[in-house]
């Protein structure tokens, strides 16, 4: 039933590390984006893609890679991780781009030692 | 200066309190919207405006696009209320975030 879920809940890794974050939605939207949540709580936007383009890439370090290989999903690859990394990562979707509700998983906790 | 200012940053209510959080913005804008984050850390949107006003149950949001500035308002307000609400606004290829207003009802 779950509409955007996000995989895993929770990820502890070592500097240096690569990871990935999967996220799917079953709602038959567009558009999926990624957002970080930094300590202080400030969602700032990662990545959108529509379609399986990528449409939004904002000012965020080539480490991090987004893959989409169908529209109902869309994964985050992570390399060579770094203590600034650790955040709660938000996956979202809409129906379109743009000026729509955006249905939001439940976040993944990213905590880098 | 953020593009998105929200205020106030925290809030405390006593249950049944009329609650309003305030969000101005210094950019151009297709929609606004509002999103709630439980404490557990979900976030739900609650509405998206681009003109007017909305209401859905205690929650009313309305948008001033003349002044860049929309006001969320919670009326009967109760402690399951108590959460961050996020203005965010969005546009061609963009979306920005405030920094959220925390809020909690004391029963």
């Known amino acids: 039933d779950t509409a955007v879920s996000q995989t895993p809940k929770y990820l502890v890794t070592q500097m240096g590390n690569d990871k990935s974050i999967k996220c799917e939605q079953n709602l038959g939207h567009d558009t999926m984006y990624w957002y970080k949540q930094d300590s202080k709580k400030f969602l700032k936007i990662m990545f959108s893609y529509n379609n399986k383009e990528l449409i939004i890439n904002e000012t965020v370090p080539n480490r991090f890679s987004p893959k989409s290989p169908d529209k109902a999903h869309l994964n985050l690859h992570i390399n060579s991780l770094e203590l600034g990394d650790s955040a709660v990562y938000f996956c979202a979707s809409s129906q379109v781009q743009g000026d729509n509700e955006q249905f939001f998983g439940p976040g993944t906790r990213l905590t880098v030692l | 200066k953020n593009e998105v200012e929200q205020s106030p940053q925290n809030l405390t209510a006593q249950e049944g309190e009329f609650i309003t959080i305030n969000c101005s913005y210094s950019?151009?804008?297709?929609?606004l919207h509002w999103l709630q984050q439980h404490p557990g850390g979900g976030i739900v949107s609650l509405f998206m405006l681009s003109s007017g006003k909305k209401k859905h149950g205690r929650l009313i949001a309305t948008i001033n696009i003349q002044e860049k500035h929309s006001s969320l308002h919670i009326t009967a307000s109760h402690p399951r209320d108590s959460a961050v609400y996020i203005c965010?606004?969005?546009?061609?290829?963009?979306?920005?975030f405030g920094t959220g207003t925390r809020l909690k009802v004391l029963a």
């Open positions: 950019v151009g804008i297709s929609a």
């Open positions: 965010a606004v969005s546009g061609t290829y963009k979306y920005i």
